[in-house]
């Protein structure tokens, strides 16, 4: 067993050690101090991997609020980066187009409806193109007919519209 005195001795000891920390750490300057640290040597101890192998990445990751930094990317600086000739030229397009079900596409796909905007198309130009062949054609005949028959010029406009000043 240890001696009485020698135990008070102890814990005098102790609680002067313990009063002298305190008025220490109360009189220090905590910003002075942490700017005389070298935090590069400091991080130059740490092993990097050590403290990667603790780290529970998929606990990390549900905390991770995604459509928060999805909102912070630059979209379009990203596609900027992006070389899209190599990521084509990365793509089987063999397989690609191997993949479409062509028989649902062909069933999803209103042929009725693009046969008949494409015909219609087609036949309102080719309509037009006869009105405009066969307006052509009766100005000729009727310019024809009018020098056949020498007769003087023709009315500007139908007599009912005309302006009597501009009628011949």
Same mark, same amino acid.
């Given at each position: 067993?240890?001696?009485?005195?020698?135990?008070?001795?102890?814990?005098?000891?102790?609680?002067?050690?313990?009063?002298?920390?305190?008025?220490?750490?109360?009189? =220090? @300057? %905590? #910003? *002075? &101090?942490?700017?005389?640290? /070298?935090?590069?040597?400091? !991080?130059?101890? $740490?092993?990097? +991997?050590?403290?990667?192998?603790?780290?529970?990445?998929?606990?990390?990751?549900?905390?991770?609020?995604?459509?928060?930094?999805?909102?912070? =990317? @630059? %979209? #379009? *600086? &990203?596609?900027?980066?992006? /070389?899209?000739?190599?990521? !084509?030229?990365? $793509?089987?397009? +063999?397989?690609?187009?191997?993949?479409?079900?062509?028989?649902?596409?062909?069933?999803?796909?209103?042929?009725?409806?693009?046969?008949?905007?494409?015909?219609?198309?087609?036949?309102?130009?080719?309509? /037009?193109?006869?009105?405009?062949?066969?307006?052509?054609?009766?100005?000729?005949?009727?310019?024809?007919?009018?020098?056949?028959?020498?007769?003087?010029?023709?009315?500007?406009?139908?007599?009912?519209?005309?302006?009597?000043?501009?009628?011949?």
């Amino acid at each position: 067993m240890s001696d009485p005195v020698e135990s008070a001795v102890e814990s005098v000891a102790q609680r002067v050690a313990e009063r002298a920390i305190d008025l220490i750490v109360g009189a =220090l @300057d %905590i #910003n *002075a &101090l942490i700017r005389r640290v /070298d935090a590069n040597a400091l !991080l130059d101890q $740490v092993d990097v +991997n050590e403290v990667l192998s603790k780290v529970d990445v998929p606990a990390l990751a549900e905390r991770v609020d995604v459509a928060r930094l999805i909102e912070r =990317l @630059d %979209i #379009n *600086a &990203l596609l900027g980066q992006l /070389d899209v000739a190599a990521l !084509l030229d990365r $793509v089987d397009v +063999n397989a690609l187009v191997q993949r479409i079900d062509l028989d649902e596409l062909v069933r999803q796909a209103d042929l009725g409806a693009i046969l008949a905007e494409s015909s219609g198309g087609l036949a309102s130009e080719a309509l /037009d193109g006869a009105r405009s062949e066969a307006a052509g054609i009766d100005q000729a005949i009727d310019r024809w007919v009018w020098r056949l028959l020498r007769r003087r010029p023709r009315p500007v406009a139908p007599p009912a519209l005309a302006d009597p000043r501009t009628q011949p």
